[in-house]
């Protein structure tokens, strides 16, 4: 008797493992590695695909936030300023506006020095090889060269 209780209990435990192994191959191994998305573009690639060049931001931005609308958030690991040509520029921690192809306007953390007085940059269009940023009343142009390469924060 004891024999066939254990005959009964082997048999038991082979088809338990039997089940077990065939409910595992019909599943799917969630252990696969499964396609990774591609990567998100860097804040300087996104620039580039709205007809701007990198050096509109300086070097060492830590993420981005782009929304269907072109709202825009992008943030750098502190305050920054560095001179560009003739002017002088200081981003904040974060950087705000809209973006659309040639165009960002609403902007939001960066100022340019006029004279003594540091004024907002509400807006940024690209005509042709040029830039001009308006800050206010001023508005001024420059070489689109002028902004290249990502400038290095002070």
């Known amino acids: ?45 996104m620039l580039e695909r709205y007809n701007f060049t990198e050096g509109i931001l300086p070097e060492g931005v830590t993420g981005y936030v782009l929304r269907p609308d072109g709202s825009f958030e992008v943030y750098l690991p502190g305050d920054c300023s560095f001179r560009a040509g003739s002017m002088r520029i200081r981003y904040g921690s ?28 509400t807006e940024v269009d690209r005509d042709g090889d040029r830039f001009r940023f308006s800050a206010g009343r001023v508005s001024k142009s420059f070489p689109v060269d002028t902004f290249a390469h990502s400038p290095q924060c002070a």
């Open 1 to 45: 008797m004891a024999a066939r209780h254990h005959l009964t209990l082997l048999l038991l435990t082979a088809v338990l493992l039997l089940l077990i192994t065939l409910t595992a191959a019909a599943s799917p191994d969630e252990a696969s590695p499964s396609p990774e998305p591609p990567p998100q573009p860097t804040a300087y690639e």
């Open 94 to 121: 974060r950087v705000a506006g809209t973006i659309r192809p040639a165009s960002i306007t609403g902007v939001q953390g960066v100022k340019v020095k006029v004279l003594l007085a540091w004024v907002a940059v």
